[in-house]
């Protein structure tokens, strides 16, 4: 199958929307108000034991909070391309949420072409891919600094 036809899929499930704008799909606290991503990972308050969550889109932009690159291959549900290709992560303060989620930099960035307080945004990329599917996961792609007021 040519990378033309691959079918694209979520490498994992529930985690972000796909589409011209996706967004991390994350849940909110119905009595505290809280955060927290992935949904299904919130653990509970102290303060409020019983609190249920709702599902909901977490902000699709976000500051960079820190960064390094990733001279190793991550665990999975990574799949790591022989050889391994050093990958840059940065953990990224969600704009409205202000909590911090860890994530892959788009291609094309090094550490070096970021620093704290980067704005970013969500995009959808190729975490690996076999010969029938491309697997997608979440991705930072660091924006110009003039067009952020642009994007939202």
Request: aromatic share 12%; hydrophobic share 30%; net charge negative.
């Amino acid at each position: 199958m040519s990378k033309e036809t691959k079918i694209d899929t979520p490498a994992v499930e529930g985690f972000f929307t796909q589409g011209k704008e996706p967004c991390l799909i994350g849940g909110r606290y119905r009595e505290s108000g809280g955060y927290c991503f992935p949904k299904n990972l919130g653990g509970s308050d102290p303060d409020f034991p019983d609190d249920g969550i709702e599902e909901v889109t977490l902000s699709r932009f976000g500051k960079i909070w820190s960064y390094t690159n990733s001279t190793y291959p991550p665990p999975p549900p990574f799949i790591a391309a022989e050889p391994y290709e050093p990958i840059v992560i940065a953990a990224v303060e969600l704009e409205k949420e202000k909590m911090v989620v860890l994530g892959q930099v788009v291609d094309g960035f090094s550490v070096e072409d970021l620093h704290i307080g980067m704005s970013v945004e969500v995009e959808v990329g190729t975490l690996y891919e076999d010969s029938e599917y491309r697997y997608l996961t979440w991705m930072w792609k660091p924006l110009p600094e003039q067009n952020i007021k642009d994007k939202k």
